[in-house]
């Protein structure tokens, strides 16, 4: 049976889906190739994009104008925490730590939601507070995904703190072993007693991180249990859970009840 035609409605969320994830601002033409329209289709659809705020142009290339901006600051974190408070749920389950979800800022990441089992009542669980990337394995992973040249404002916080950014144990080689194994790992840093690991949530399903992150999965519990054998299985636990987190926002029709398991939320 043959396609469907696309609707305005389709073929203005291709465009605005697009301009959101090219890694450079995109042209017209790059615009018009890579979501399948006319060039002059294209650039009708784009004018009323512009004209509502969904879109902005510069010079002639396209940026995200202030409406996304805006659903990204408020609206679309919240709906980021309704979709994987069930995955947060389970990661907890399954390694028995706290999990919690994490989201880049300025020059921090930021805590904004986390599920912890009883046992471990005594750490605290930092929702709403800003990380910084040389204490806590969340914003590692998540600075560990930008490219090079997006770290600088994340370095400025372990500089004025007096942390070591070069040398083996600097932070430039934690970033560096993070981007090469995609797992960040904190001992102790922040509280003696706590140890953490983190994996950030790519962008794209199949492809490498073109972009920003969309968020961080941590698991956090007593450094004395993250063994060299337990890391392991934390760590495919909590592949496990980015991967399946990835593919609930990155899917179309994404929502919150999809995510949900058979039994209800927790």
Known sequence: MPEAPRSAVDKALDLVEAVARAPHPPRLTDLAEEVGLHRATAYRV???????????RTGDRYLPGTAVLQLSSSAARNS??????????????????????????????RVIDAVRPERLAMITDLIGEGLPVHRFAGPLALVAALAPAARAPYLRPAEAAGH????????????????????????????????SLGRAVPPMSGAPMSGAPICALTVVGLDAEFTPSRLLDLREHLREATDTLQRLLTAPG???A?????????
């Open 46 to 56: 784009l004018l009323d994009l512009v004209r509502r705020g969904w879109v902005l």
């Open 80 to 109: 980021l925490t309704a979709i994987a408070r069930p995955v947060l749920t389970e990661l907890s389950a399954r390694t028995g730590m706290m999990a919690n979800l994490q989201v880049l800022e300025d020059d921090r990441s």
């Open 164 to 195: 070591p950014l070069e040398g083996p144990d600097g932070l430039l080689a934690d970033i560096e072993r993070a981007e090469r194994t995609g797992f960040a790992v904190e001992h102790g840093r922040n509280e003696q007693p706590v140890a």
């Open 254 to 256: 994404a929502s919150a």
């Open 258 to 266: 999809s995510s949900e398991p058979a039994n209800g939320p927790a």
